[in-house]
Every structure is written in structure tokens, then in C-alpha cells.
């Protein structure tokens, strides 16, 4: 039997495929370093911001760009994405950086607020209601509306993550997903079809599950693969590279990015990705799924 809002799990839907072999070998991430250029630095930089898409280099992730957020302590955020009206509407995405002895115990101040954590680095102990959970580097947690929560850095060295946030979008009929705790270490990725393997995708959620109402997965090139088409969709994007580099095709440019690199797409941005190496390619994506497009203010 299925869950509600799922289909069959036979299904030969080939965006379905299921994960072959054992999950990638961890290699590290990128961490933000914070910090501050000298006065001898160059000004020109890669940043850039369109009306269809914006780039946010890794060197824009400065001291002087970082926030504070209430009731979070010994911690800052560098905001990367929030919604902007006639941009990108659906999501707000955070680096966080907790320092040893910081966290908080009121994380999420808005009851209708979804959230993925995903590590990049460090170690945290997160409670989810009164259980217990630890965070490493790759760790997955998916965090319902109104889920009770808390994060603390109980070690030494500083606990860095992204924080993706999304007001959950109810159906009637379709209760909302539980929360859980993955990693990128356990979970095998995909391969797309006619790939063999170069282009995969570790999902932490069934595609199928239409309680959901956004993934964030790690999408992984290997040298020499790319994305083949200009995709055009719906969906809105968040991508942060993990690892690695590429072009990426961005509306009309073709645009070199990096570990550490944010990519900011708006829906019907052409994008495709040419992946020369020398090593693997691995971005965290954000994407909006799974619910009609509002017409009115009566549909929200």
C-alpha cells in the first residue's frame, strides 16, 4: 500500500528511476570562510544579478554581509535567497555558521514555515520533539510546519549548514510529511536515464510523495557530463555548488562557477551544465514541486 499522496512505487515513470549502486564516497564540501578581502583585492568580482537569474560568488560571503537572527545564539546567516516579488517567489535559503556553545532552542518563528537542514561541516545535536539526533557534514533533516526543534553546537569547532525555508502550501486531504534525519553518506543517487551514471541525483525524498511541496537534493556530474538541453520549467531554484566546478547556462550566458557558488534562478530561466572536471561537479538544489500554480488570492 502507498502512502497518502503517493503513487505506485511500480510505477515505470523513468523520472522515478531508483538508486543504483552504493552512495558516493565523501569527499568534503565547501564551507564558508567569512572573513574580509584587503584593501589591495581587486573590486571585480563574478556577482551579478538579472532579471532572470543572479550569482552570488563564494568571495561575496564576507563578515560584513552576514546577519544575526533572534533567539539564535553565538551564530550568524548569510541570507542567499528570500522571496522578491516578479523574481523568485517561494523560498528563503541561509548559510548558517554556529560557533562551539551556540544554537537555539526557538529556531523557527513562523508556524507555517517547512525547512530542510543540510551540513556541511562540523557537528550539532538536534532534537526533534524530545529525541535526539547527531549532525555531521552531509547529514539531511527535513523539518514539517509547527515541528518543535532544536539545534546546538556541542563541539569544539564551528557547525556550518544551509538552511532552506518555504511556507508550506496545505492540501486538503494530504497531511503534511514527518520529519526526518538522512545523509548524503547512506542515501545512493539516481542516475538520469541514458547516463551511465554520469548525471545523478541523491533524492532524500520520494518524487512521488505529493505531500511534499519542494525537494532539496545533491545533484552530481562527473567529469565530462552535462546537462544536455536547455531545461525551461516551472520550478524555481536554488542551487549552492558542493564541490567542484562547471559553466552553467544561465537565460542566455554561459557562466563559470565554483565551490561555493550560489545560483539563483526565477521560473522559465533557461539552464543547462557542461561539466569539464577535472573533478566531480556536486550542487544542493532547491525546487518547488507538486502543487497547482495560484491563480487567485481565494486558491492560496
Known amino acids: 500500500m502507498t502512502s497518502p499522496g503517493t503513487t505506485d512505487p511500480t510505477s515505470a515513470d523513468?523520472?522515478?528511476?531508483?538508486?543504483?549502486?552504493?552512495?558516493?564516497?565523501?569527499?568534503?564540501?565547501?564551507v564558508a570562510a567569512g572573513g574580509h578581502p584587503p584593501q589591495t583585492a581587486l573590486m571585480t568580482d563574478r556577482a551579478m544579478f538579472t532579471e532572470a537569474y543572479?550569482?552570488?560568488?563564494?568571495g561575496v560571503i564576507r563578515d560584513i554581509t552576514a546577519s544575526y537572527l533572534p533567539f539564535w545564539d553565538a551564530t550568524r546567516a548569510w541570507v542567499l535567497a528570500r522571496p522578491l516579488s516578479g523574481f523568485a517567489e517561494t523560498f528563503s535559503q541561509y548559510v548558517m555558521e554556529v560557533s562551539s556553545g551556540g544554537g537555539s532552542d526557538r529556531p523557527e518563528q513562523?508556524?507555517?514555515?517547512?525547512?530542510?537542514?543540510?551540513?556541511?561541516?562540523?557537528?550539532?545535536?538536534?532534537?526533534?520533539?524530545e529525541t535526539e539526533h547527531r549532525l555531521e557534514a552531509g547529514s539531511f533533516v527535513y523539518l514539517p510546519p509547527g515541528q518543535r526543534w532544536t539545534l546546538h553546537n556541542d563541539g569544539t569547532d564551528p557547525l556550518s549548514f544551509h538552511w532552506v525555508r518555504k511556507a508550506y502550501e496545505?492540501?486538503?486531504g494530504l497531511p503534511a510529511p514527518e520529519a526526518f534525519v538522512s545523509s548524503d553518506r547512506d542515501v545512493a543517487p539516481t542516475p538520469m536515464p541514458d547516463t551511465d551514471g554520469r548525471w545523478a541525483t541523491t533524492r532524500f525524498v520520494d518524487p512521488a510523495d505529493l505531500r511534499h511541496d519542494m525537494h532539496v537534493n545533491v545533484v552530481t556530474f562527473e567529469p565530462g557530463a552535462v546537462i544536455p538541453f536547455a531545461e525551461t520549467h516551472v520550478m524555481e531554484h536554488g542551487l549552492y555548488v558542493l564541490e567542484g566546478k562547471a559553466v552553467y547556462r544561465l537565460n542566455t550566458d554561459?557562466?563559470?562557477?565554483?565551490?561555493?557558488?550560489?545560483m539563483w534562478l526565477r521560473a522559465f530561466c533557461p539552464q543547462a551544465c557542461y561539466a569539464g572536471g577535472p573533478g566531480r561537479f556536486r550542487y544542493l538544489l532547491y525546487k518547488d514541486v507538486n502543487r497547482?500554480?495560484?491563480?487567485?488570492?481565494?486558491f492560496l
Open 14 to 30: 523513468p523520472a522515478r528511476l531508483e538508486p543504483q549502486g552504493a552512495p558516493l564516497p565523501f569527499t568534503g564540501y565547501h
Open 54 to 58: 543572479a550569482v552570488i560568488p563564494s
Open 110 to 129: 513562523d508556524p507555517a514555515a517547512e525547512g530542510v537542514l543540510f551540513v556541511v561541516d562540523g557537528e550539532g545535536r538536534l532534537t526533534l520533539d
Open 170 to 172: 496545505r492540501v486538503e
Open 254 to 262: 554561459w557562466v563559470e562557477v565554483t565551490a561555493g557558488d550560489f
Open 292 to 298: 497547482h500554480a495560484r491563480l487567485s488570492r481565494q
